[in-house]
């Protein structure tokens, strides 16, 4: 693609931004949940600047911990699914809330106004993903960055209700 950058910024993968990026999850959460998405439903950051994007909060369970975590994810409605991008901004391997998904794929999702929505979690397989995979680029431009940043097929996945 032209003029997109053909390796991932250094910077992104420091450990200064690795906390930045950690501590401003943690502000989103908490914003979200104390104004049922009001506040922090919206990404305003990279392509998000110009054009925003949905955010919701993932509920997952830890693998090896059992721990009880939630990341805010960019989304897109499908239907009655609901699909997110385990992109990672890029980075060689996939984000924990993926594997966690992959081991407890049952769990709850947030979207403004709507708490706890009770979700299976799949990876869309490689037709759905084509077929997902340019109206996810049409929503977040940077998602295209992401996939060229890295060697791994950035997984797809679709919440569906349970």
Known sequence: MAGLPEERP????SPRAVTI????????VAAFRATNGRLGSKWRVGAGWKKPVPVLLLD?????SGKQFTTPLLYLEDGANTVVVASQGGLPKN????ANLAAKPDTTISLKG???RS???R??????????WPRLVDLYADFA????WTERTIPVVILEPR
């Open 10 to 13: 250094d910077h992104l993968d």
């Open 95 to 98: 984000p924990q809330w993926y």
């Open 123 to 132: 990876t869309a397989t490689p037709d759905e993903r084509e077929a997902l």
């Open 60 to 64: 997952h369970v830890g693998r090896k």
């Open 145 to 148: 960055k992401y996939q060229q």
């Open 21 to 28: 990026i950690k501590y401003m999850s943690k502000v989103n």
């Open 119 to 121: 979700v299976h979690a």
């Open 114 to 116: 709507e708490k706890n």
